[in-house]
Every structure is written in C-alpha cells, then in structure tokens.
C-alpha cells in the first residue's frame, strides 16, 4: 500500500468515476485502475463498485474511506509543517541564468523570494545556456534557469513555461494594427536578433533553412534591454517568446503580434539541477518560482505555464 493508491481511491470516490480520477490525475485509465486493483489485493477486499454512470463504496470501501482521509490529511498537515519551517528559512541561495532571463523574468521573481524569506541572502549568476550547464557539472552553483535542455549525465531539467514564438514591433510600425504577419512579410522587415552563436538565434536559424528563407540582420546583440530600445524607436522588428516582453506589451510600449503557419519551435523555460542535491531553499525558489509563473498566466494570455 503507497500513497499513490491511497490517493487514487479518493480521487476515484470523489469524482464519481474511472474516468474522470484518470482526467484529474492526468493519468492513463488503465494507470488509475491498476492501482486500484493493488489496494485492493493488498487489503484483500474489495473496495470500489462500477455501476452505470457512476462508482459506489463497498461496505469495506466505505471502512476504508475515513482512514484513507486521515492518511492524506495528516501528510498535508506534514507538508505544511515543513513549509511554515521554511518561511523562516536562513541560507544562501545560488542561482544562474541567461541575461535575457535576468532582465526580464526574474525580478518580479526574486523580489517576491526576497520579501517572502528575507534572511536568505541570493547570488545571481548570468551566462550563456551552454555554459551554465558546464558551470552547474563544476558545482559553481545548483540551480539553473535556461531554455534548453541538454544530453548531460547528472542533470535534471524541470518544464516551468511554454509558449509561442511571437513577432514584437514598435506602436508606430507599419505591422502595429494587425493581428498577425506572414513570414514573408516579417523577413523583409529589419531584424533585431541575438548574435549567431547563441541557441536561440541558431533555432530560428534552422527553422528558416528549413523552407529555404533568409534575411539580413539590422542589429545582432545578446543585450536584451538594447533590442528592446530599438524595438521602441521603430528600427527593427524581433521574433521572441512572451515572457520576455511582458512589461513592455503591458504599457504598450511594444505590440505582439502572432505568426502566420508559425513554424517555429515553442520558446521555453526550464529549472535544471544536479541530481539528488537540492536542498530546502532551492525546493523553496522553485516553489515561488512556479507560483509566480502561474500567476503571470491568470494575467493574460501571454504563457502557458506547467502546472
């Protein structure tokens, strides 16, 4: 008997039927009643009947119900427990990620972190994709904050947000009043784009060799905050995920714009960490760092975030 069971049975009771426990469990069918199936041989009874259109308690089932309610609230009671723990938590916490991510993500992110665990003290670490996952392989520090993932033994990657390659102009651009652009027309346009060796250039890169279409760079920079600048003077336009822009569309500094057959991969945003060596404040950081994600996604239809 696990938990997993012990939590299915509820799920199962509660929603009235197989199908639904698998939908909000998001698990295959046959998943919910295998485990069904093994609570039940290990308690020797039955504890669940199917009827039409709905799932009843057996007599032992209903036996086992205020049990099995006892079990689940005393491990939340468990979990709460730990987290008021840690809303006192002391430490340092290391941290490391791209500069676009700095400048655009993570402050709203860490000044709620700050707030929310003020004695702990954070270091912010910025490089590039490629060399943060060498840096967390050297133990330099443990969490990572990237848009890719890599093949590297002894690294976990864990999915935060995903969302859409989108077209970013200036109010003032030609683009500004439409909903959304041709490929074609996008590439005639001057391009603001990172430089050519970073992997999100190299993405739209390969995506665009793909359908045999090219374009001439009107200004290559890892600096985000200068794109940004001359998005808002009308020089260029720049394909980027949303996130990264969520400000700027927010005061209208900027407009987003979809992609016509956009054929683009989708942009996303990764927590990666060494294997088995997180500890309660990077349990706490992921933690903020999900619920300040979602959050941003009841704001607008900008991101999808994993939940």
């Given at each position: 008997m696990n938990l997993e069971q012990i939590s299915t049975f509820l799920t199962v009771y509660q929603s009235g039927s197989y199908k639904k426990a698998s939908e909000l469990l998001y698990l295959p069918q046959p998943t919910v009643s295998n485990r069904i199936n093994q609570l039940e041989k290990e308690l020797g009874k039955s504890l669940l009947l199917r009827g039409k259109g709905n799932v009843k308690l057996t007599e032992e089932g209903?036996?086992?119900?205020?049990h099995a309610r006892r079990i689940l609230g005393a491990l939340k009671e468990g979990m709460e427990a730990v987290e008021r723990v840690g809303e006192g938590a002391t430490g340092k916490l290391s941290i490391g990620c791209n500069n676009s991510f700095a400048?655009?993500?993570?402050?709203?992110?860490?000044?709620a972190f700050a707030n929310q665990y003020p004695d702990v003290s954070i270091k912010v670490y910025t490089y590039a994709s490629s060399e943060l996952v060498r840096?967390?392989?050297?133990?330099?520090?443990?969490?990572?904050?990237t848009r890719y993932t890599s093949n590297d033994s002894g690294l976990n990657y864990r999915p935060i947000l995903s969302e859409q390659t989108m077209l970013?102009?200036?109010?003032?651009?030609?683009?500004?009043?439409?909903?959304?652009?041709?490929?074609e027309e996008i590439l005639q346009e001057p391009i603001l784009t990172y430089p050519k060796e970073t992997q999100y250039r190299k993405m739209i890169d390969v995506t665009l060799n793909q359908f045999s279409l090219s374009y001439q760079p009107k200004l290559e920079t890892n600096n985000l905050q200068l794109i940004k600048?001359?998005?808002?003077?009308?020089?260029?336009?720049?394909?980027?995920?949303?996130?990264?822009?969520?400000?700027?569309?927010?005061?209208?500094?900027?407009v987003q714009l979809e992609i016509e057959r956009?054929?683009?991969?989708?942009?996303?945003?990764?927590?990666?960490?060494?294997?088995?060596?997180?500890?309660?404040?990077?349990?706490?950081?992921?933690?903020?760092?999900?619920?300040?994600?979602?959050?941003?996604?009841?704001?607008?239809?900008?991101?999808?975030?994993f939940c």
């Open positions: 209903k036996a086992f119900l205020p400048a655009s993500i993570l402050p709203d992110v860490m000044e840096l967390m392989k050297n133990q330099h520090f443990q969490l990572g904050i970013f102009v200036s109010p003032d651009h030609r683009f500004a009043s439409r909903i959304s652009v041709s490929l600048h001359f998005l808002k003077i009308n020089t260029g336009v720049f394909l980027s995920g949303s996130a990264y822009m969520r400000k700027e569309i927010k005061q209208k500094e900027l956009n054929p683009f991969p989708l942009s996303q945003v990764f927590v990666a960490y060494r294997d088995n060596e997180l500890h309660s404040l990077d349990y706490l950081f992921i933690k903020l760092f999900e619920e300040q994600i979602n959050l941003q996604a009841k704001e607008g239809p900008l991101l999808t975030a």
